[in-house]
């Protein structure tokens, strides 16, 4: 079976990694306004989404609709070090019910789900995205 790349890595300007929010779990929890943003999107494209964002304690994700099969979206934010630029780790899931959660399972990602991340990142001029991969080669 060919593994989905299901994460994007990608360099943007356009989203917030500075202010830092009251309502933010941690610190630097950042991530409300990029998920809000791709959620728009999908939105945009025929996508049914979660009304907002949930926070994790990495940064957010929500829940989309891709072949008619629920997915969810992580966002977080990865500030780089020593001064250089950081970068926005986005990926995509799909968890195995109740029972999966608790054995830690995954379902299949449906390739649909990976490819309207990947367009509305791609879509966009103000995103540099530096590349796609499986999440767990992060």
Not at 94 to 120: C, H, S
């Amino acid at each position: 079976m060919e593994k989905i790349q299901n994460c994007v890595v990608f360099k943007t300007s356009a989203f917030n990694t500075t202010l830092r929010r009251d309502y933010f779990i941690n610190p630097s929890c950042f991530g409300d306004d990029a998920a809000r943003w791709i959620m728009v999107e999908l939105g945009m494209h025929g996508f049914h989404t979660d009304a907002e964002p949930s926070q994790e304690d990495f940064g957010w994700f929500f829940m989309f609709k891709a072949a008619g099969v629920s997915h969810h979206a992580a966002i977080g934010y990865r500030p780089g070090a020593f001064g250089s630029e950081g970068e926005w780790i986005c990926w995509v899931e799909r968890r195995a019910g109740l029972l999966g959660k608790i054995l830690k399972m995954t379902k299949e990602i449906k390739p649909e789900a990976v490819k309207a991340i990947q367009d509305v990142l791609l879509s966009s001029p103000a995103v540099n995205v530096v590349k796609f991969c499986d999440v767990r080669e992060l």
